[in-house]
T-cell receptor
Framework: GQNIDQPTEMTATEGAIVQINCTYQ??????LFWYQQHAGEAPTFLSY????GLEEKGRFSSFLSRSKGYSYLLLKELQMKDSASYLC????????????FGAGTTVTVRA | GAVVSQHPSRVICKSGTSVKIECRSL??????MFWYRQFPKQSLMLMAT?????????EQGVEKDKFLINHASLTLSTLTVTSAHPEDSSFYIC??????????????FGPGTRLTVL
């Protein structure tokens, strides 16, 4: 089965940095995705990691350690529009491209 | 990124009726489409995977006779909620991916359909 854990909620101040952790235990591994989802909207793709290390994309960075079953999403220079739910999703070892999602972390950015 | 649309965006229906939701890939051919359901304050739960021209694969606990999925072409998949009941009220989201081209290695999500069953 798939088990993906991430914190439920986080609060940070505008301009600050927040790190959202995700740990996973899955049958097979073929990539980890981070998505942003605003209330009532569909998820939008943020990042993809399949090899160990840090992927940087503007204000957002994502890190993966496959041996530890661990990833984090780093949000820098927080803006009010970054208030959203952030979903960690893992693709298993099959070739069917299925994703298993964590419950999501709601980030609230305060002025 | 690649564009996926869903129609309708919002639907309200009476208990016992059937509702069809369409998912279209607008600028690429989607070999695989996924249907998710999301209840308030919860994450996405995969309902089924559909490949063009073949029967959908349903996740454990999802009734295939209640949630009919058709993937008749490389750009269109439909989900029909049959005999809908209030507990089926949810946010239904589709995603599409491809073995090549613009949607390779990713799932692109549609905007979602909010279903309310009275």
């Amino acid at each position: 089965g798939q088990n993906i854990d991430q914190p439920t909620e986080m609060t940070a101040t505008e301009g600050a940095i927040v790190q959202i952790n995700c740990t996973y235990q899955t049958s097979g591994f073929n990539g980890l995705f981070w998505y942003q989802q605003h209330a009532g909207e569909a998820p939008t793709f943020l990042s993809y990691n399949v090899l160990d290390g840090l992927e940087e994309k503007g204000r957002f960075s994502s890190f993966l350690s496959r041996s530890k079953g661990y990833s984090y999403l780093l949000l820098k220079e927080l803006q009010m529009k970054d208030s959203a739910s952030y979903l960690c999703a893992v693709r298993g070892g099959s070739n069917d491209y299925k994703l298993s999602f964590g419950a999501g972390t709601t980030v609230t950015v305060r002025a | 990124g690649a564009v996926v649309s869903q129609h309708p965006s919002r639907v309200i229906c009476k208990s016992g009726t059937s509702v069809k939701i369409e998912c279209r890939s607008l600028d690429f051919q989607a070999t695989t489409m996924f249907w998710y359901r999301q209840f308030p304050k919860q994450s996405l739960m995969l309902m089924a995977t559909s490949n063009e021209g073949s029967k959908a694969t349903y996740e454990q606990g999802v009734e295939k006779d209640k949630f009919l999925i058709n993937h008749a072409s490389l750009t269109l998949s439909t989900l029909t909620v049959t005999s809908a009941h209030p507990e089926d009220s949810s946010f239904y989201i589709c995603s599409a991916s491809s073995l090549a081209g613009r949607a390779y290695n990713e799932q692109f999500f549609g905007p979602g359909t909010r279903l309310t069953v009275l």
